[in-house]
């Protein structure tokens, strides 16, 4: 498995967007607001170039900056939490596979809140990709869950 540090140019945890676009959802509560404080604070001044990708329609492209907002912003409001990173992977203008982090929150089933992320990124992906050109993505999703007080990712 990839390492969710690695700064490569799939990595998006520079993507201020991702941030912004989870606080426009909700106004979070007082820690995961200090989290996102925490984050995104020298965010905005990096930024990487938007990668183009595939779909099953000919002549359709869509951006990858595009697909992580659709992402972010469809598993917060299925799932209820707070998504901070969103990785595409894959080759050229290909997609091979979803990372994606979350903050849990006490209590939670990681394992039942994992499949209901990742039934949600299965279906993000499918509409705006195509079911074809998705088809190995879809079984390839990793959800990773951070804990809101030690920003810690949790195994």
């Known amino acids: 498995m990839n390492d969710i540090y690695v700064d490569d140019e799939h990595s ?8 912004e676009a989870s606080r426009r959802l909700d106004e979070p509560d ?3 607001n200090r989290l996102i404080s925490a ?3 020298n965010l905005s001044r990096v930024r990487r170039p938007a990668r183009t990708l595939s779909t099953d329609v000919d002549g359709i492209r869509v951006s990858d900056r595009i697909l992580k907002q659709l992402l972010s912003i469809r598993v917060r409001s299925a799932v209820g ?3 901070v990173f969103v990785a ?4 050229d203008d290909e997609v091979s596979g979803i990372r ?3 903050i849990a929150r006490y209590q939670d089933a990681l394992l039942i809140r ?3 992320v990742r039934d949600v990124v299965g279906d993000v992906l499918a509409t705006a990709l195509g079911e074809r050109t998705t088809t190995t993505a ?8 951070q804990d809101v007080y030690t920003r810690e990712w949790l195994t």
């Open 114 to 116: 994992s499949d209901e």
């Open 81 to 83: 939490r707070l998504v």
């Open 138 to 145: 879809r079984h390839n999703i990793t959800v990773r869950w």
């Open 88 to 91: 595409v992977d894959g080759d």
């Open 100 to 102: 994606i982090g979350l």
């Open 12 to 19: 998006d945890e520079t993507d201020a967007w991702l941030v």
């Open 30 to 32: 007082g820690d995961v």
């Open 39 to 41: 984050i995104s604070a």
